[in-house]
T-cell receptor, first 115, second 112 residues
Framework: EAEVAQSPRYKITEKSQAVAFWCDPI?????LYWYRQILGQGPELLVQ????????DSQLPKDRFSAERLKGVDSTLKIQPAELGDSAMYLC?????????????FGPGTRLTVT | GDSVTQMEGPVTLSEEAFLTINCTYT??????LFWYVQYPGEGLQLLLK?????DKGSNKGFEATYRKETTSFHLEKGSVQVSDSAVYFC???????????FGDGTTLTVKP
């Protein structure tokens, strides 16, 4: 069964450092999402891609976060500089439209700890 | 904007007890509704879904019915097991945008 791949699974970094996460969606899924999940809360959308284009980045802190999906396949999310409040789980998902609904598939996530 | 409200946890039950986790939503249009489960240190797994009013989603003994009149999608299971211990998230997908809006999750602990 195809899965969304993410790496690394865990990352510890010092504040003010740069950090990057990678996501490889399920083959053929045109839509890719990055979510941030703070401990004890539900995931919150950071950015949504349709192929290589950004369709929603309204909640992305653009002064320090950037995301790209250059060839419309895999994607990278970057934080520079990292802050203590960025400690969270970063989840990638991809989706396929089934009828009138989108069905999202999530990767295992990257747990970021900023010290 | 869209929002999802889940009953606050944590919920602690004995094995074989009946489970209900309440979920209500606010959305424009006709969203699809989902329940996800998250085990410690892992990503989210789709548990069940419903795409229109009165649809019932079911999987692994869990059920939820899309109630448009009460804007609810409560999760139920007749007999829980220790292995059901996890965090459960209710979510909706705005079919126009394709993005999910999640509740804050409900932690379930099942004791033997």
């Amino acid at each position: 069964e195809a899965e969304v791949a993410q790496s690394p699974r865990y990352k510890i970094t010092e504040k003010s450092q740069a950090v990057a996460f990678w996501c490889d969606p399920i083959s053929g899924h045109a839509t890719l999402y990055w979510y941030r999940q703070i401990l004890g809360q539900g995931p919150e959308l950071l950015v949504q891609f349709q192929d290589e284009s950004v369709v929603d980045d309204s909640q992305l802190p653009k002064d320090r976060f950037s995301a790209e999906r250059l060839k419309g396949v895999d994607s990278t999310l970057k934080i520079q500089p990292a802050e203590l409040g960025d400690s969270a789980m970063y989840l990638c998902a991809s989706s396929v439209r089934r009828g009138s609904s989108y069905e999202q598939y999530f990767g295992p996530g990257t747990r970021l700890t900023v010290t | 904007g869209d929002s999802v409200t889940q009953m606050e946890g944590p919920v602690t039950l004995s094995e074989e007890a009946f489970l209900t986790i309440n979920c209500t939503y606010t959305a424009t249009g006709y969203p699809s509704l989902f329940w996800y489960v998250q085990y410690p240190g892992e990503g989210l797994q789709l548990l069940l879904k419903a795409t229109k009013a009165d649809d019932k989603g079911s999987n692994k003994g869990f059920e939820a019915t899309y109630r448009k009149e009460t804007t609810s999608f409560h999760l139920e299971k007749g007999s829980v097991q220790v292995s059901d211990s996890a965090v459960y998230f209710c979510a909706l997908v705005n079919t126009n945008a394709g993005k999910s809006t999640f509740g804050d999750g409900t932690t379930l602990t099942v004791k033997p």
